[in-house]
Every structure is written in C-alpha cells, then in structure tokens.
C-alpha cells in the first residue's frame, strides 16, 4: 500500500490516526495522548493497541471482542472511510482535485487487482466531473434545452441527493415544503406512509404531485382513519391522480399507525426519505416545530433499505385496503371517519376493515386441525386472556369446518352475556360474508329457525326442557361454549349434559372451574391452544405492561415444599407475622406507582389469613383496600367489591383464588405478586387480569416482590413466556435488560432481586445438567407415573431441547444413567456414537418422516417392505445421514438396507429414538398441507429439516457419496430444481443492521430474497431466476430463524415450498420479490416478517 500511495506524485508517510476520548467522531484525526474513558465501538488500530497497552490492569477494564464475519465489512469500511477523508480533505484545502482524483485511481486498481467484484472501469475519470443528471430530451421544458444547469438547478432540493439532514423547523430552515416539492419534480416513483391526510396540507403539494402523475410515474399512499383526523376530500383528491395508489387502515383501534415518512425513489439509485414527526397539514409542512431527518441511499442505504422493506410490508398487508372514488369505497370511509369521531359503533354493525387471523391466531386455528387430523380430538379448549380474539378463532375455525358440508354446518354459540353475543354473531357474519347468519336468543329476541343459534346461558337454562323435548342431540354440529370455567355452575352443565356436536369448541381465561377444579377433563385433559401474551400485545390486543421485579425481604429457601409448590401454610407464618416485608410493599408503591392512592389494583396473597392481613395494613396506611377469599365472603359482597375497584372506590383487592366469578376487571391497572407463583399456567392468568384494554390507562404496572427462591422453584418459565418467541436464552436476556420484549413493555429489576433471579435461573434451567439429574432421581417421589421421556418433560416443564442442549455425552438414557436410575448399558463404539447423535433427531417435526422412523425402529414391519414404500428410500436415506452423518461405503455397509438393519438391531439406540418420537410427534402443531411439485418428495410443507435431509430427499446425497454444498443456493440439474437456503437472522449478533433486511417476509405471500452478490439480471443466474416460469425450473424456498438455537444446536430450516418470481431491484446482489405458493405459517411469521408488528 505504501508503493501505492507513493506512485500517486506524493509519498504519505506520516500516519494517520483515529481520535480516541470523549470527543470520537468520524471527522477528528488529531492524537490524544491520553485515552478517554468510556465505550467505544472502533476497530484496533496498532496505535490504538499501543495506547491500550500502557494503561494499569489494576485501574481500567478492558473490553474488547472477535470482529464478527459479517460486520467485518462494515467496520473496515467505515475505518478506510475515515481515513480516505481525512487524507482528500486535506488535498481539498490545497484545492488539489487531480491528486485526489490520483490517489482515489490508485486504490481502486489495487482493490481489482485483488478482488474481482469491481467491475472493469471502476476508477475515476480525470477531468473531475460530477454527473448531475441523463434526462430525455423530449420531457425538458422548451427553457431547459438552452440551459440545462439552470433547469436542474429550479428543481432539485436545495439538500443535495446524497446529502442527509435535519429539519427542525428553525428560523434558518430550509422550507420542508420547498424541498419536498422539488423532491417530487425529480423522483420516479414516490411512497408516502402517513397518520392522516389533510386538505390543508395536501393541498401545498397537490400540483407537483399532479405534475408527477401526470407524466406516469407510481404513486402510493398509506393512511388510517386514526382519530378521524383524515379528512375524505384530500384523500378523494388524491386518488384522483392518474395512477395514484391508496390504501387505508380502517382498524383504527388496533393499528393506530403514528408514522410520517416520504419516500422518493429514482431510477439512478439517488433516493431519498424524509422520516420524522409531519402528517400531510399545513402546520407540519410549515409553520410547525416538526421535525424530520432526510435521509439518502448514499449516506445510509440500510434506513432507506429497511424503510422500503417496512412499507412494503405495509402495503402488503391485510390492515390496509385498497381505497378508489368509486361510491362504495366514499360512503365506506365516510362511515369510519364518522364513527371514529363519533367514537360509537352502530349496534350489531359489521366492521369497517376486513377480518382476517393474526399469525397467533393461525398458529391456533393450526393446533385445533392437528388436534383432529392426527390425534382425534374434536372436544377442544382454547385458553386465552380476555380480549385477544377468542371469538374470531372460533369463527374462523367454523368456516374451516363448514368447507366439508354443502350447506352451513348447524352451529350453537353459548355466552352469559348479550354484547358478547351481538358482537360473536357479528363477527361470524362478517368472516363468513352472510349478513344475514345467525339468530339471537336473549332478552326479548327469539330465534325462529334455530339452525345458528346465538344463545345466552341463562335462557338456555330458562328454556331446558324445550331444548330437550325439541332439538336432538346431536342437531348441531359444532358447539362453542365462551367463558367456558363456568361448567360447575348449574346453568352451564346441562348444555354439555345434552348435546353431542362433532366439535365442541371451548373459550376460556383459565382452564380453572369457579369452584377451582379443572374443567381439562371435559376436554380429552387437553388444551388444544394458547394465545401467547407477547404477540397479543404487539398486535394492540392488550395493553404493554412495565415489570418491576423488587427485593422481597423474605428468604423462601427455609420455606417447606409440598406438592410441587410453597407450602401455604408456612408462606402465612412468614408473611403474616413480617411487618418489614408489609413496609417493603408500602414503599414500592410510593416509589413505583404514580398516584398510589388512586391505583385500581389486584394483590395475589397466599391464604385467605394473608390477604385478610394485607388488606387490613393497607388500610391502616390510609389506602382503600379489601379482600377476596372463598369462605370468608359472600357472593354479594364480592360483586360490591368488584364494582367499587372498577369506580375507583376501592383501589387495593387482594385475593387468593382469582378464579372467583367477576375478578376479571378491565380498569385494573395495577398487579401485585405478593407470593411466588409456583404454576406458570396460574401466572399468565393472573397476568391477563391486568392486560385488558379499558381507555383509563396506557400500561399494566406489575410490582413482583422476589425473595431467595428454593432450588425447585423456577423463574425461568415465567420470564419465557414475558419474552415471547427469541432466538437467546432466558439468561442471556436478563443480563442483556430484557432488549427484545414485545413493543412498550419493559422489565426492571432491583440489584438484589436480580441477583437472586438470575442465580436461579443458572441453577435450574435445563442448562445445568445437574439439576436435570436431580430432576430424574426424585421423579418418583413426585409421581406415579411411569418415568419416561414424555411424562417427565410433562411433569417437570422441561422443554426437549434441555435434554439434548449439548452435542456431546447427553441425551436421554446419558441423563439416566448419572441419576442412577439406569444400570450403564454396554455399548459398542458405534451405537454410542450413534446415540450421542440423536439429538438431531430431537428437532424434527415432519410427522410423515417421524413416522417412517417409528416404523424402523418398532421392528414390526420388514425393512425391505418400508424401503419399498413411496419414497421410503427417500426417508430411509435421510434417516441414514441423520445419524450416520456419513456415506455408507466409509462405514464399510453394503447398502441402506444394512445400515436400516444395523441401526434397528442396537437396543439402546432403538430404546432412545422410540422415546423422542413420541414426544416430537406429541409436539406437532401444523396440520399437513397439500405440496404439489412435478415430481414425488419425502418433505411436507411447513416442517423442519436439517440441510443433510433436504439433500438427501432430492438426491444431492446418495449412499455412496455426499458432495459438499456450502453456499446458500443448490440447483438440481435432474429435477430442474433450485434450492433456496435462508437464515432470516445472520450476523453473530441477535441485532444486525446491516445483515437483517436482506431477506424477510414481505406478506403472508410474498418473499424478499437478496441473491448472491455475482448475480445480476443480465448474468445467466438471474436470467433463470426471472425466466424459470419460462425455463420450467421449480425454486423451493427453505427458512430458518438463525445459525443456532438458544441451546447452541444447530437450526433445521422449514420448508415453504414453491415460489413465483414477482419483481426484482438492484444488481450484485439482486433484490427479488418471490410468491409463495402456500402461504406462510404462523408460527414463522414473528421471526420472518421483521418490518410487521406482532
């Protein structure tokens, strides 16, 4: 480099050296003797490592990391940037651009002399110009055509293309408005994403935009009916424009978009953004403190990147309809803008937005078809928190159902309320486009025709012998019953007492009966399905909730445990005779809740002695409160209390059983855990008390007062569930501050708290083998069941993957053998090799491959026969290299039917499969879903596999040999088939700018997918990726969330299937929009589609 810089005219020998201290910036180069302290994000430079070097150990920590291969990039470039400015800058002030010009030149032919990325060409032309612009000579004004630089200079911003900014609004601003309509006179296609439109404000830009239009250029609008702040002639306005795109948001409750950004995309690859705080008003163009940072490809292209990919997904979303003058789509947004002033709903109307499921919900609507697909259960129950859309599952589930009839399947829906009915037959009418479906039975509406019934509880129990004299059993076919923990009230039991639907559907809050006994046995001991929290609230259904996780005086390790749990008694002795612990809880009020005395708050207590006890101190602190306790109060004081906290004259309701009938309470905005809460299943009710939506607060307040916790009591699973779907481990979260919780959620925990958290979530996770040990040992103890595989993951919640966390000497007959509870089998080297392999098996969901590998190893049908069986060859192959990881002939066996039988004949190997089939087909939760490809294939749709299996199910790998393939594409002459390999999440790090846009879900539908960086539209590869429709080629997409899962194992990838070329952007790589066939599943949907929320 030295030679390179000296054949430029001039030698640079003097170094050139980045600034380090507190004023570290991009544009100081100046050496600091001395090196600040603070953190820091630089590449080590050799003088940087001197400087390091003579600091004391004793007094400066030191940190520093592996540059990782992915940000490698990006550092350095940043690096050679800063010191190729500063090195041009100083040529500048000489006004030398022909040395500039020189030096550039120089390094650019050093860098094709050593890569061959650069395409010929690529150095600098030495006059020094700067193209302005390539225009057709036809669409320039007669004006522009004498005087091209004064044209251009009327009409490009005053900020230049590749200049980014801030606008503040000051007095020395330049006009956003100014700029933005000069940024409309030189873009080629232009997308606005906007809270509301205005007249007033549109009005400003309206005749460049219509200039813009005008000439054929795409334009596309996102707005919402938010607030009713849109006003119906901008948007009519706009949509008159030739070509104009519009589409709006009419879930104004859920979606409550607050975005206002402008893009300007141009053909030369010069686009730019405007993003900040301005809707299209007046005041926000003008004369409003609005700020808004512009934003250029050059300065940035990973915001404009990721802007694109959001809007996108944006545009591609259900939430936002297409909105044209036509009169149906006026009268449709007049009506929503007037309702969302109004703030009322007209009765039994339907809504203004199309319905259709969350991914949650889908996951849902899944788990029930697997439920009676594959293990033939049609009684289900659905638990979830009170608002996150039990009814549209069911209702969406009913149009699944009715798809097997010719007509509309007899329904019956039961629930104690008439709103909740109005509003179910609302929804099924909506979803199932039939105005007219349903009739209602309560208060004073009768049905006339009974075949969809809408019924209230206390009319079906009024009207039971009617019922019984006059509609058989099983008239209806699918039953759903809401609220359904009320089974042991009298007027609930007679309705399952009499009817025998094929589906009967259960909706419910807790899988507790009032009288606290489980209602799980009514159906088949199993829930079908759970609404997790964390999507719940993305998605708006819930409100965010803030944790504080606060230092309880009391050290439970000397508390006795009984039964799985606490014993009640002996938390009463500690907590009732501990007025420190009451002060503690007093003081975190004060120190945590912005008006204690005006909370509407729950306290979950131990005993009925020790909710009595918190009531009483409370009141003695001056603070309304009560108490709640089965035995101790009578339904009609338990109402009173419930209707006073919800008016606010009761602030504080401690409880025990929170099943109790009306302790469901919108308005509680507070949640106190006064007592560890053993059973996570009780936990997320407890919770879901205080998520509900109610328009008097903004967040749930959670105070969870944690003491030293007994070794078999766990953390780990409640925080779990809080983080939702995350690829790091429940620790690493912790210690990290909780970065990835669902939007406006946080957790803060006390020093102490979170000491005595995170010692207990390292001691007891399935990380710790010991405790898994342990947990083998004493099974017997805490039950009587038999111990295997399944009932102890089902007994001690440990996920599989805590049994197979680590590739080496574990698994579960490893696990067995150290808790002693199994004699050391004698193993050949082989079969421990082999053994020691399963936990890749323990990954896998296909339920026909899971299938095929039961039937090997249950030894009852002959292997010629399953070998011979439609693509038994397929998944005996894919079976050899999951275990064998190697091509027959290099294990010295003749053929697959050798290594089958060899594999069959070894007990411990066979003992150990067996038992992780049968919990990871327990674990399917997608229903099959119809692949149709030109050819057979040993895959299914929507199940994981890892690369081995998916080479070996198209015939890349044989027995006889396993050809490397490491990079991310794989095509397949024989079949004409290109294999896609995604991981969503690349970079080392959970977080990765420059890395995570490259390839997500756009829709439901729709695929961005970056190509190799050869590939270009004129090269052969990307010629057969827009041609393959044309060529016959099928290309098969296969996603995985990251490299690893949070138990370091390495991820298998889901099969998506076929996919459709759509549109493609850019060069080298390319940006290509792929359709899928089948659309994507819902349990994906988090981690893929990364612009969407929830």
Same mark, same amino acid.
């Given at each position: 480099?030295?030679?390179?810089?000296?054949?430029?005219?001039?030698?640079?020998?003097?170094?050139?050296?980045?600034?380090?201290?507190?004023?570290?910036?991009?544009?100081?180069?100046?050496?600091?003797?001395?090196?600040?302290?603070?953190?820091?994000?630089?590449?080590?430079?050799?003088?940087? /490592?001197?400087?390091?070097?003579?600091?004391?150990?004793?007094?400066?920590?030191?940190?520093?990391?592996?540059?990782?291969?992915?940000?490698?990039?990006?550092?350095?470039?940043?690096?050679?940037?800063?010191?190729?400015?500063?090195?041009?800058?100083?040529?500048?002030?000489?006004?030398?651009?022909?040395?500039?010009?020189?030096?550039?030149?120089?390094?650019?032919?050093?860098?094709?002399?050593?890569?061959?990325?650069?395409?010929?060409?690529?150095?600098?032309? =030495?006059?020094?110009?700067?193209?302005?612009?390539?225009?057709?000579?036809?669409?320039?004004?007669?004006?522009?055509?004498?005087?091209?630089?004064?044209?251009?200079?009327?009409?490009?911003?005053?900020?230049?293309?590749?200049?980014?900014?801030?606008?503040?609004?000051?007095?020395?601003?330049?006009?956003?408005?100014?700029?933005?309509?000069?940024?409309?006179?030189?873009?080629?296609?232009?997308?606005?994403?906007?809270?509301?439109?205005?007249?007033?404000?549109?009005?400003?830009?309206?005749?460049?935009?219509?200039?813009?239009?005008?000439?054929?250029?795409?334009?596309?609008?996102?707005?919402?009916?938010?607030?009713?702040?849109?006003?119906?002639?901008?948007?009519?306005?706009?949509?008159?424009? =030739?070509?104009?795109?519009?589409?709006?948001?009419?879930?104004?409750?859920?979606?409550?978009?607050?975005?206002?950004?402008?893009?300007?995309?141009?053909?030369?690859?010069?686009?730019?953004?405007?993003?900040?705080?301005?809707? &299209?008003?007046?005041?926000?163009?003008?004369?409003?403190?609005?700020?808004?940072?512009?934003?250029?490809?050059?300065?940035?292209?990973?915001?404009?990147?990721?802007?694109?990919?959001?809007?996108?997904?944006?545009?591609?979303? =259900?939430?936002?309809?297409?909105?044209?003058?036509?009169?149906?789509?006026?009268?449709?947004?007049?009506?929503?803008?007037?309702?969302?002033?109004?703030?009322?709903?007209?009765?039994?109307?339907?809504?203004?937005?199309?319905?259709?499921?969350?991914?949650?919900?889908?996951?849902?609507?899944?788990?029930?078809?697997?439920?009676?697909?594959?293990?033939?259960?049609?009684?289900?129950?659905?638990?979830?928190?009170?608002?996150?859309?039990?009814?549209?599952?069911?209702?969406?589930?009913?149009?699944?159902?009715?798809?097997?009839?010719?007509?509309?399947?007899?329904?019956?829906?039961?629930?104690?309320?008439?709103?909740?009915?109005?509003?179910?037959?609302?929804?099924?009418?909506?979803?199932?486009?039939?105005?007219?479906?349903?009739?209602?039975?309560?208060?004073?509406?009768?049905?006339?025709?009974?075949?969809?019934?809408?019924?209230?509880?206390?009319?079906?129990?009024?009207?039971?012998?009617?019922?019984?004299?006059?509609?058989?059993?099983?008239?209806?076919?699918?039953?759903?019953?809401?609220?359904?923990?009320?089974?042991?009230?009298?007027?609930?039991?007679?309705?399952?007492?009499?009817?025998?639907?094929?589906?009967?559907?259960?909706?419910?809050?807790?899988?507790?009966?009032?009288?606290?006994?489980?209602?799980?046995?009514?159906?088949?001991?199993?829930?079908?399905?759970?609404?997790?929290?964390?999507?719940?609230?993305?998605?708006?259904?819930?409100?965010?909730?803030?944790?504080?996780?606060?230092?309880?005086?009391?050290?439970?390790?000397?508390?006795?445990?009984?039964?799985?749990?606490?014993?009640?008694?002996?938390?009463?002795?500690?907590?009732?005779?501990?007025?420190?612990?009451?002060?503690?809880?007093?003081?975190?009020?004060?120190?945590?809740?912005?008006?204690?005395?005006?909370?509407?708050?729950?306290?979950?207590?131990?005993?009925?002695?020790?909710?009595?006890? &918190?009531?009483?101190?409370?009141?003695?602190?001056?603070?309304?409160?009560?108490?709640?306790?089965?035995?101790?109060?009578?339904?009609?004081?338990?109402?009173?209390?419930?209707?006073?906290?919800?008016?606010?004259?009761?602030?504080?309701?401690?409880?025990?059983?929170?099943?109790?009938?009306?302790?469901?309470?919108?308005?509680?905005?507070?949640?106190?855990?006064?007592?560890?809460?053993?059973?996570?299943?009780?936990?997320?009710?407890?919770?879901?008390?205080?998520?509900?939506?109610?328009?008097?607060?903004?967040?749930?307040?959670?105070?969870?007062?944690?003491?030293?916790?007994?070794?078999?009591?766990?953390?780990?699973?409640?925080?779990?569930?809080?983080?939702?779907?995350?690829?790091?481990?429940?620790?690493?979260?912790?210690?990290?501050?909780?970065?990835?919780?669902?939007?406006?959620?946080?957790?803060? &925990?006390?020093?102490?708290?979170?000491?005595?958290?995170?010692?207990?979530?390292?001691?007891?996770?399935?990380?710790?083998?010991?405790?898994?040990?342990?947990?083998?040992?004493?099974?017997?103890?805490?039950?009587?069941?038999?111990?295997?595989?399944?009932?102890?993951?089902?007994?001690?919640?440990?996920?599989?993957?805590?049994?197979?966390?680590?590739?080496?000497?574990?698994?579960?007959?490893?696990?067995?053998?150290?808790?002693?509870?199994?004699?050391?089998?004698?193993?050949?080297?082989?079969?421990?090799?082999?053994?020691?392999?399963?936990?890749?098996?323990?990954?896998?969901?296909?339920?026909?491959?899971?299938?095929?590998?039961?039937?090997?190893?249950?030894?009852?049908?002959?292997?010629?026969?399953?070998?011979?069986? =439609?693509?038994?060859?397929? &998944?005996?192959?894919?079976?050899?290299?999951?275990?064998?990881?190697?091509?027959?002939?290099?294990?010295?066996?003749?053929?697959?039917?050798?290594?089958?039988?060899?594999?069959?004949?070894?007990?411990?190997?066979?003992?150990?499969?067996?038992?992780?089939?049968?919990?990871?087909?327990?674990?399917?939760?997608?229903?099959?879903?119809?692949?149709?490809?030109?050819?057979?294939?040993?895959?299914?749709?929507?199940?994981?596999?890892? /690369?081995?299996?998916?080479?070996?199910?198209?015939?890349?790998?044989?027995?006889?040999?396993?050809?490397?393939?490491?990079?991310?594409?794989?095509?397949?002459?024989?079949?004409?088939?290109?294999?896609?390999?995604?991981?969503?999440?690349?970079?080392?790090?959970?977080?990765?700018?420059?890395?995570?846009?490259?390839?997500?879900?756009?829709?439901?539908?729709?695929?961005?997918?970056?190509?190799?960086?050869?590939?270009?539209?004129?090269?052969?590869?990307?010629?057969?990726?827009?041609?393959?429709?044309?060529?016959?080629?099928?290309?098969?997409?296969?996603?995985?969330?990251?490299?690893?899962?949070?138990?370091?194992?390495?991820?298998?990838?889901?099969?998506?299937?076929?996919?459709?070329?759509?549109?493609?952007?850019?060069?080298?790589?390319?940006?290509?929009?792929?359709?899928?066939?089948?659309?994507?599943?819902?349990?994906?949907?988090?981690?893929?589609?990364?612009?969407?929320?929830?």
């Amino acid at each position: 480099m030295a030679a390179l810089l000296r054949s430029t005219g001039r030698a640079y020998s003097k170094s050139i050296h980045i600034a380090l201290g507190t004023r570290i910036c991009a544009h100081s180069y100046s050496i600091h003797t001395v090196l600040e302290t603070g953190h820091y994000e630089t590449l080590v430079t050799q003088q940087l /490592r001197g400087q390091l070097a003579t600091l004391e150990t004793a007094v400066y920590a030191i940190a520093e990391k592996n540059l990782g291969a992915d940000d490698a990039a990006v550092f350095i470039t940043r690096h050679l940037t800063q010191l190729l400015g500063s090195v041009l800058g100083q040529l500048a002030k000489n006004e030398e651009v022909g040395e500039q010009l020189a030096l550039a030149n120089g390094i650019i032919v050093y860098l094709q002399e050593k890569s061959d990325v650069l395409a010929a060409g690529s150095h600098l032309a =030495p006059e020094g110009q700067l193209l302005r612009a390539v225009l057709p000579r036809l669409q320039l004004p007669l004006a522009a055509q004498g005087d091209l630089g004064k044209h251009l200079d009327g009409i490009e911003p005053a900020l230049r293309f590749s200049q980014s900014d801030l606008f503040s609004g000051g007095n020395s601003e330049l006009s956003l408005e100014a700029e933005l309509k000069k940024e409309i006179a030189t873009a080629d296609r232009i997308d606005f994403i906007v809270s509301f439109v205005k007249w007033s404000g549109l009005r400003l830009l309206l005749p460049a935009l219509r200039a813009f239009a005008e000439q054929g250029k795409p334009l596309r609008l996102l707005t919402t009916t938010y607030m009713g702040a849109t006003e119906q002639k901008a948007v009519d306005a706009l949509a008159a424009l =030739p070509g104009a795109e519009l589409r709006i948001s009419y879930n104004a409750e859920h979606e409550r978009l607050h975005a206002k950004a402008y893009l300007f995309s141009r053909n030369s690859g010069f686009d730019t953004a405007y993003i900040g705080s301005s809707n &299209m008003s007046r005041s926000a163009l003008t004369s409003g403190l609005e700020w808004n940072v512009k934003v250029t490809a050059q300065d940035n292209v990973a915001i404009l990147n990721k802007f694109r990919g959001t809007f996108e997904t944006y545009w591609n979303s =259900p939430e936002f309809e297409e909105y044209s003058s036509l009169p149906e789509q006026r009268l449709k947004l007049a009506r929503a803008l007037r309702q969302e002033n109004s703030g009322a709903a007209e009765p039994d109307s339907l809504p203004n937005f199309r319905i259709r499921p969350f991914p949650y919900q889908q996951e849902i609507l899944d788990r029930l078809a697997v439920e009676r697909s594959l293990r033939g259960h049609f009684r289900n129950l659905v638990v979830a928190a009170t608002g996150t859309g039990k009814t549209v599952v069911s209702a969406f589930d009913y149009a699944r159902f009715a798809k097997q009839f010719t007509t509309l399947p007899r329904l019956l829906f039961v629930a104690h309320r008439e709103e909740i009915l109005r509003q179910a037959r609302a929804t099924f009418r909506h979803i199932l486009g039939e105005a007219n479906f349903g009739e209602l039975w309560v208060g004073t509406e009768q049905p006339v025709q009974f075949e969809y019934l809408f019924v209230s509880v206390q009319t079906f129990a009024s009207r039971l012998d009617f019922f019984q004299q006059t509609i058989p059993q099983d008239y209806y076919h699918y039953l759903v019953i809401d609220e359904v923990h009320h089974l042991a009230a009298a007027s609930y039991r007679p309705i399952l007492a009499w009817f025998q639907p094929t589906i009967l559907l259960g909706l419910t809050a807790t899988p507790e009966r009032a009288d606290g006994e489980s209602i799980l046995p009514d159906f088949d001991n199993t829930i079908a399905a759970e609404i997790r929290l964390p999507e719940a609230i993305a998605r708006g259904l819930l409100v965010p909730f803030q944790y504080f996780c606060i230092t309880d005086p009391v050290d439970y390790r000397n508390v006795r445990w009984t039964n799985g749990r606490y014993a009640a008694e002996d938390l009463t002795n500690v907590y009732t005779g501990n007025d420190v612990r009451v002060s503690a809880i007093l003081e975190a009020l004060q120190h945590y809740l912005l008006a204690p005395h005006q909370a509407r708050a729950l306290g979950f207590c131990a005993t009925r002695e020790h909710a009595r006890l &918190m009531a009483a101190k409370f009141q003695a602190a001056g603070l309304n409160a009560s108490y709640l306790a089965s035995g101790d109060t009578t339904a009609e004081q338990r109402r009173a209390a419930v209707a006073q906290l919800r008016r606010g004259e009761l602030n504080y309701l401690f409880v025990v059983d929170i099943f109790n009938e009306g302790v469901d309470i919108p308005e509680v905005d507070t949640l106190l855990f006064l007592r560890p809460t053993e059973s996570l299943t009780v936990f997320l009710q407890q919770l879901g008390r205080g998520l509900r939506l109610h328009e008097s607060k903004e967040c749930l307040t959670v105070l969870d007062f944690v003491g030293q916790a007994r070794q078999e009591y766990s953390y780990e699973q409640k925080f779990r569930a809080l983080l939702g779907r995350t690829g790091g481990s429940v620790l690493s979260e912790a210690e990290a501050g909780f970065p990835r919780l669902p939007v406006g959620c946080s957790i803060q &925990m006390e020093r102490e708290a979170m000491k005595f958290i995170l010692d207990n979530i390292r001691a007891a996770t399935g990380e710790n083998v010991r405790v898994l040990e342990r947990r083998i040992r004493i099974f017997p103890q805490e039950s009587a069941l038999p111990l295997t595989l399944a009932t102890f993951l089902a007994h001690t919640h440990f996920a599989l993957v805590d049994i197979y966390r680590s590739r080496g000497d574990r698994g579960w007959t490893a696990l067995k053998v150290r808790a002693g509870v199994l004699a050391p089998p004698e193993l050949a080297a082989t079969e421990k090799q082999l053994v020691s392999s399963v936990w890749r098996l323990a990954q896998a969901n296909g339920p026909a491959f899971l299938a095929f590998v039961r039937r090997v190893f249950e030894g009852v049908e002959e292997l010629p026969q399953l070998l011979k069986f =439609p693509l038994g060859s397929e &998944m005996g192959l894919m079976l050899h290299y999951l275990l064998y990881q190697k091509p027959g002939p290099k294990l010295d066996l003749d053929s697959l039917l050798d290594s089958l039988g060899t594999l069959r004949a070894m007990p411990t190997l066979t003992a150990e499969v067996l038992e992780v089939v049968e919990v990871c087909e327990a674990q399917i939760s997608i229903p099959p879903v119809a692949l149709e490809l030109p050819y057979p294939c040993a895959l299914q749709l929507h199940s994981r596999y890892g /690369r081995d299996e998916i080479l070996c199910a198209f015939g890349v790998w044989t027995f006889e040999r396993n050809p490397s393939v490491r990079e991310g594409v794989c095509y397949i002459a024989p079949l004409n088939t290109e294999l896609l390999f995604v991981t969503l999440e690349k970079s080392s790090r959970n977080y990765s700018p420059t890395t995570l846009y490259h390839d997500y879900a756009i829709s439901d539908t729709l695929f961005h997918w970056e190509s190799q960086n050869s590939t270009a539209e004129d090269t052969p590869k990307g010629i057969s990726y827009i041609q393959h429709q044309a060529q016959g080629k099928t290309i098969l997409l296969f996603v995985r969330e990251r490299n690893q899962d949070a138990a370091g194992l390495t991820m298998p990838y889901v099969f998506l299937g076929p996919v459709r070329y759509v549109s493609h952007k850019g060069n080298r790589p390319m940006a290509i929009t792929w359709e899928l066939a089948t659309p994507l599943p819902g349990f994906l949907w988090h981690e893929a589609g990364k612009m969407a929320v929830g």
